[in-house]
């Protein structure tokens, strides 16, 4: 996966999406639509940006980035009886719905990450200043509280773990195979 620039829209589906409504003015959707496109693409600007100093958020974002969604279907994950009712009373989710939900709950767990990932970096720069104040090393070994780190990255990890759950698991053997397969052919 390599970094990506700004695109300049939404995907086609999703602007394909606003549908003119009972009651609308003229022209409405399409200034709702061209202000969504404006907000997005700032968006998307202000991640660019972060990305350059955030190696985290770009490797997640590497990933989101290039995800492609099927404009015809979804897969409903709900037991057979909710199903048919949400059939039956038309509450079925718009496609739209469903692709921002997704997004969303993948961009939910990278800011949980990177939030850990973050109190993980203060946390072992707080202790290492601790270490400075009562005298600094001791025989070459750094001497720290290592509970609330281990909390920390206890809470890394399963963030880490939600991101990864939200993936193909033959996406997953994948990558696992093809980044094995790079670092034999680099060594």
């Given at each position: ?18 549908r003119p409504m009972p009651g609308d003015l003229p022209f ?35 990933y989101t980035d290039v995800l492609s969604f099927s404009g ?116």
């Amino acid at each position: 996966l390599t970094l990506q620039g700004v695109p300049s829209k939404p995907a086609q589906q999703y602007l394909e999406s606003y549908r003119p409504m009972p009651g609308d003015l003229p022209f409405q959707r399409y200034f709702i639509q061209a202000g969504d496109v404006r907000t997005w693409k700032k968006l998307k600007q202000t991640e660019k940006e972060q990305e350059q100093t955030n190696e985290i958020r770009a490797a997640l974002n590497a990933y989101t980035d290039v995800l492609s969604f099927s404009g015809n279907s979804y897969q409903l994950n709900v037991d057979k009886q909710t199903k048919s009712s949400m059939v039956r009373e038309d509450r079925l989710p718009e496609l739209k719905q469903v692709i921002t939900s997704d997004m969303g709950v993948r961009y939910l767990y990278r800011n949980q990450i990177i939030t850990a990932m973050d109190d993980v970096q203060a946390e072992l720069e707080y202790q290492l200043s601790q270490q400075e104040k009562r005298g600094g090393e001791r025989k070459g070994v750094v001497v720290i509280d290592a509970r609330d780190l281990l909390e920390l990255l206890t809470e890394a990890q399963k963030a880490c773990d939600q991101w990864f759950s939200v993936i193909d698991p033959k996406d997953v053997k994948l990558a696992v195979e093809t980044v094995t397969l790079e670092r034999g052919l680099s060594t």
